[in-house]
């Protein structure tokens, strides 16, 4: 009788633990995609600050930003369904950077620290 109350736990127990894995499996592959976004006008740190704070405090579904300095370039990883490349573009534009062939807002970038626009 106890070992079958044992069975019957174990047998719980490793349906538990497969649901577990399973919703855990579902939310981690969750979609993204990677945008790789040109930004000839970074310089320092500052702008690498400044281009992530307007990602994620404006942007929903941004999952990583990393920037490669030396290549000016940006690759951003989002979720498809909740943003896309042209409304990144847009939000880096106005936060003072050249962003694929979106243009810079003029007024942001004014704003940014002197060592942000020394070109
Ligand atoms: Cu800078």
């Known amino acids: 009788m106890k070992e079958l109350y044992e069975n019957n736990l174990n047998k719980k127990l490793t ?3 497969l649901a577990t894995f399973l919703i855990v499996g579902c939310i ?3 979609k993204t995609e990677i945008a790789v976004i040109k930004v ?3 310089k320092c740190d ?3 600050e400044t281009i992530k704070k307007a990602i ?3 942007l929903e579904g941004i999952k990583d930003v990393s920037f ?3 290549e ?3 690759n951003i990883e989002y979720i498809p369904k ?3 490349v042209e409304t990144i573009e847009l939000t880096i534009a106005k936060a003072g950077y050249d962003a694929n062939d979106k243009k810079r807002d003029a007024t942001a970038f004014e704003n940014l620290p002197d060592c942000c626009k020394s070109h």
Do not use: R
Request: hydrophobic residues 35%.
């Open 82 to 84: 909740q943003t896309n």
């Open 28 to 30: 981690k592959k969750e």
């Open 40 to 42: 000839p006008g970074v």
């Open 56 to 58: 994620f405090t404006n």
């Open 72 to 74: 000016k370039i940006v």
């Open 68 to 70: 490669n300095m030396e």
């Open 46 to 48: 500052m702008c690498e």
């Open 15 to 17: 349906y538990f633990l």
